[in-house]
C-alpha cells in the first residue's frame, strides 16, 4: 500500500519570501509591469494565497521598497561605533552585493510610494548615509563628506541597476576599493583642472513629432511615466488625443523615442569631444565630463529612462540597451588601455560603478548645474575608477 503524500506545510517565513520574490520581479520588471500572479509563481502559491499577506500590489512594493534600506541598517548596527571606513563600507558592500537582484527597487522610490512611504524610506537612507559621512569626515576631513558618501554609496549601489556577470568576492573586492577612492577625494580641490566639452544643441522643436517628445519627458519627469495621459502630452503641444497616435502608436513610444535621441545626442558628444585625444586617461577625463555634462544638461530625461526603461516592451527597449552597450564599451576599452590589469567584467562593473557616482553626487547638488558641481562630480567619478 503507497502512502499517501504529506500535506503540504506553509512555510513559517512565508511572508519573507514573497518580499524577496517581489523585491526581485519589480527590479527585473518595474513596478507598472511586474504583477502579483508572477511574484506568486516566483513563490510557489497561488494569487489568492498572496494576497493574504498583501492586500495589493502597492502595499507588497512599498514593503519590497524598504528591503534593502533595512539590511543595511541591521548590517551598520553590527559595526562597532568606532570602527573605520574600510570596515563600515565592507559591510555595505557585502549586503549590496548578496541582494543585487532585489536592490534595484529603490529607484522607484521617488515616483510610486506615497508621502508618508517615501518620507520614512529617505529617514532610513539618511541614517545610512549619516553614519558613513561621519567616518568619512574623521578619516578624510575634506569638504562636503556627505556629497563623498552619497557618491560612494552611488558607487556601491550600482550593481543593482546591471545584469554584468562578476564573482561576488571579486565584485566586493572592486566596489569597496572604488568607494574608498571616491570619498578621500577633495571635490573642491578638482575645480582648477576641470576640463571643458561641448554638448550638441538641443534639437530645436520644429515639426509637431518633435514638440510631442518635448512636451513629453518634462511631464513624466514631474508626475511619472503611468500617471501621464495622452490628453496632457496632447494639451502641452495644443493638440488632440488622438492626433499623438500619427506620430506615436503609444505613450511608450515616445518615451522610447525621446531616449533614443538623448542617446544619439550623447554619442555625437563622445565622437566630437575624443577627436584629437591621445593617451587612454586622457580619453578617460574626457569620457567623464561628457557624461557628467550630460547627464547635468539631459537630468530630467536620464532619471525617466533610468526608472522607465526596464518597464518597456522588449521591442523599444532593445535599442535603448544596444546604445548603452555600445556607449559602455568606448569606456572599457580606454579602462582597459589605462589599467591592463583589469579584465572586460571588472572594466564594465567600475564603469557602471562611475555612472552610480553620477546619479547620486548629481541627486545630492539636485542637479544645480554649475561648472563647481560639474567638476566635483567628475573628480568623484574619475577616482571611482582609480583614474
Not at 358 to 369: C, I, K, T
Amino acid at each position: 500500500m503507497t502512502a499517501e503524500p504529506a500535506a503540504a506545510v506553509r512555510p513559517r517565513n512565508r511572508k519573507q519570501l514573497i518580499v524577496e520574490a517581489g523585491a526581485t520581479v519589480f527590479s527585473e520588471r518595474g513596478y507598472h509591469a511586474a504583477s502579483m500572479e508572477e511574484i506568486a509563481a516566483a513563490v510557489g502559491i497561488t494569487a489568492a494565497a498572496l494576497y493574504r499577506h498583501f492586500p495589493n500590489k502597492y502595499a507588497l512594493f512599498a514593503e519590497c521598497a524598504n528591503v534593502m534600506v533595512d539590511r543595511l541598517v541591521a548590517a551598520l548596527g553590527e559595526v562597532p561605533p568606532d570602527a573605520g571606513l574600510a570596515d563600515v563600507l565592507a559591510a555595505v558592500t557585502r549586503v549590496t552585493v548578496a541582494h543585487r537582484a532585489a536592490g534595484g527597487v529603490y529607484r522607484w522610490e521617488a515616483r510610486y510610494l506615497n508621502r508618508e512611504d517615501r518620507r520614512v524610506l529617505r529617514a532610513k537612507f539618511a541614517q545610512v548615509v549619516g553614519r558613513v559621512a561621519d567616518v568619512v569626515r574623521r578619516e578624510y576631513p575634506l569638504p562636503d563628506e556627505h556629497l563623498r558618501a552619497v557618491a560612494a554609496l552611488g558607487a556601491i549601489g550600482s550593481i543593482t541597476m546591471h545584469h554584468n556577470t562578476i564573482a561576488r568576492r571579486r565584485a566586493e573586492t572592486l566596489l569597496q576599493a572604488s568607494a574608498l577612492r571616491v570619498v578621500a577625494t577633495d571635490p573642491v580641490a578638482a575645480r582648477a583642472g576641470a576640463r571643458l566639452v561641448e554638448l550638441p544643441a538641443r534639437p530645436v522643436p520644429r515639426t509637431r513629432r518633435s514638440e510631442i517628445l518635448a512636451a513629453a519627458i518634462p511631464l513624466f519627469e514631474r508626475d511619472g511615466f503611468a500617471a501621464v495621459t495622452n490628453g496632457m502630452i496632447a494639451e502641452a503641444v495644443g493638440s488632440v488625443p488622438s492626433a499623438l497616435y500619427r506620430y506615436f502608436p503609444g505613450k511608450a513610444d515616445i518615451l522610447a523615442a525621446a531616449c533614443l535621441q538623448a542617446a544619439g545626442l550623447l554619442a555625437q558628444a563622445v565622437d566630437h569631444n575624443l577627436r584629437g585625444v591621445t593617451g587612454p586617461h586622457d580619453a578617460l577625463a574626457v569620457l567623464t565630463a561628457t557624461y557628467v555634462a550630460y547627464s547635468f544638461e539631459h537630468n530630467a530625461l536620464t532619471s525617466v529612462a533610468d526608472a522607465e526603461i526596464i518597464g518597456l516592451p522588449a521591442g523599444l527597449r532593445r535599442p535603448l540597451v544596444a546604445a548603452q552597450r555600445e556607449h559602455i564599451a568606448v569606456w572599457e576599452q580606454h579602462l582597459r588601455q589605462a589599467r591592463p590589469e583589469l579584465d572586460g567584467r571588472q572594466a564594465r562593473v567600475l564603469v557602471h560603478a562611475g555612472f552610480g557616482v553620477v546619479v547620486e553626487a548629481g541627486r545630492r547638488l539636485r542637479w544645480q548645474d554649475s561648472p563647481e558641481h560639474r567638476a566635483a562630480v567628475a573628480a568623484l567619478l574619475m577616482s571611482a575608477l582609480d583614474l
